[in-house]
């Protein structure tokens, strides 16, 4: 990870510490949602300590990116982008705020028509950041080797920008995944 930004990162979570200190005890809304959280995970399976490491990992990234929890796994963030978080014990996500009759099992290059996804492991595995806006997308601790799957309008192609804008990667247009690839360089992504 560069430097400058791996003190990016750590500089956004101080902020996150600072202000979850200041915003004082949780609302009833909040423990309501978190426990309709719990439940949701239990019924897609999880054991009671799977759906608890679950949770510390949503709130481990909601500490330090601005977005809100939408599904035991999932959280929207304030651009517009979507993360799905693994399952503890799972090598690649799955929507947990569907039905149990109609999920599917969790796949591989699992990314919804006309979205850019990107994954934190290679060959699409772990955690998944889906975009679908046609607008610059600030990465926050999004590094080291990964993978990405270009399933947008067919031919559309994704920028992938340096920390001063500057882009360094065109992908190929879509239907495209890419099973490895470094997102270190990369601070911004503009999926069109």
């Not at 809100?68 to 090598?91: C, F, M, S």
């Not at 699992?110 to 699409?124: H, K, N, P, S, T």
């Not at 360094?168 to 239907?175: C, L, N, Q």
Request: hydrophobic fraction near 40%; charged fraction near 20%.
């Amino acid at each position: 990870m560069s430097k400058m930004k791996r003190y990016a990162s750590l500089a956004a979570a101080a902020v996150a510490v600072l202000s979850v200190g200041f915003a004082g005890p949780a609302s009833a809304e909040t423990t309501r949602t978190q426990a309709a959280f719990g439940e949701q995970a239990r019924a897609a399976g999880l054991s009671r300590d799977d759906a608890k490491a679950l949770q510390t990992k949503v709130d481990r990234y909601l500490a330090r990116h601005d977005g809100r929890q939408v599904a035991a796994n999932e959280i929207v963030l304030a651009e517009g982008a979507t993360l799905t978080v693994t399952v503890p014990g799972e090598k690649y996500v799955r929507e947990l705020s569907t039905s149990a009759g109609s999920r599917a099992a969790a796949a591989q290059w699992e990314c919804a028509d006309e979205y850019f996804c990107m994954y934190r492991q290679q060959l699409g595995m772990g955690d998944r950041l889906a975009l679908y806006y046609c607008q610059d997308y600030a990465l926050q601790d999004w590094t080291g080797e990964g993978s990405y799957y270009n399933l947008q309008t067919r031919g559309t192609q994704a920028l992938l920008k340096n920390q001063n804008r500057t882009v360094i990667h065109v992908t190929p247009g879509a239907p495209y995944g890419n099973p490895s690839y470094d997102w270190t360089p990369v601070w911004y992504v503009r999926p069109c």
